[in-house]
């Protein structure tokens, strides 16, 4: 069975970093893209940031040189390293897999709270 | 902010066909394939539509997708209660070299 599943989300004053992992199983990790979309509460869907095969990431303006996205293929692993975090921040962050077929599937989710 | 644009709202009764829209640009959906997404109350999205009217293996054959230009649509048909909750529309957009969601919009069944 494909699963997602991700942790490290934690309360957080502003200007402080998280990182964030998720951990894949039940595929060849490697040979897909992963994304991070976040969920604000009560609001809707808002792709975050995505990594490539080849390690190649791409980001939100709004959070670009301030989130790193990486990937550990050995560990079948992905992560979100964020940094000066402020309260525009809070929200659901969801690890999804991508591929050409969308993203599918998705975790659960991993609560961040900037305050 | 959402550069995929869809109605708040939408809802009908059991068995009835509900349409939503999702309007975007050439540098969206005018170019790229659309994909829809489901989230039921409390759960996390799902994929319910890729490549524009694709479904996914186990997604019933009432959803159906569309585009054409720069919008797309999705339609559920023979609604049932299941089907309540928020439904998004997605893209990738070259001018922010991303993906892009739309702004999402909450299915009724009254």
């Known amino acids: 069975e494909v699963q997602l599943v991700e942790s490290g989300g934690d309360l957080v004053q502003p200007g402080g970093s998280l990182r964030l992992s998720c951990a894949a199983s039940?595929?060849?990790?490697?040979?897909?893209?992963m994304h991070w979309v976040r969920q604000a509460p009560g609001k809707g869907l808002e792709w975050v940031s995505g990594?490539?095969?080849?390690?190649?990431?791409y980001y939100l303006g709004s959070v670009k040189g301030r989130f790193t996205t990486s990937r550990e293929n050995a560990r079948n692993s992905f992560y979100l390293q964020m940094n000066s975090l402020r309260a525009g921040d809070t929200a659901l962050y969801y690890c999804a897999r991508g591929a050409p077929q969308g993203f599918d599937p998705w975790g659960q989710g991993t609560q961040v709270t900037v305050s | 902010q959402s550069v995929l644009t869809q109605p708040p709202s939408a809802s009908g009764t059991p068995g009835q066909r509900v349409t939503i829209s999702c309007s975007g640009s050439?540098?969206?959906?005018?170019?790229?394939?659309v994909y829809w997404y489901q989230q039921l109350p409390g759960t996390a999205p799902k994929l319910l539509i890729y490549?524009?009217?694709q479904r996914p293996s186990g997604v019933p054959d009432r959803f159906s997708g569309s585009k054409s230009g720069t919008s797309a649509s999705l339609a559920i048909s023979g609604l049932r209660s299941e089907d309540e909750g928020d439904y998004y529309c997605?893209?990738?957009?070259?001018?922010?070299?991303?993906?892009?969601f739309g702004t999402g919009t909450k299915v009724t069944v009254l």
């Open positions: 490549g524009n009217y």
């Open positions: 997605a893209a990738w957009d070259d001018s922010v070299s991303g993906h892009v």
């Open positions: 050439s540098s969206n959906i005018g170019s790229h394939n």
């Open positions: 039940g595929f060849t990790f490697s040979t897909y893209d």
């Open positions: 990594i490539g095969t080849a390690g190649d990431t």
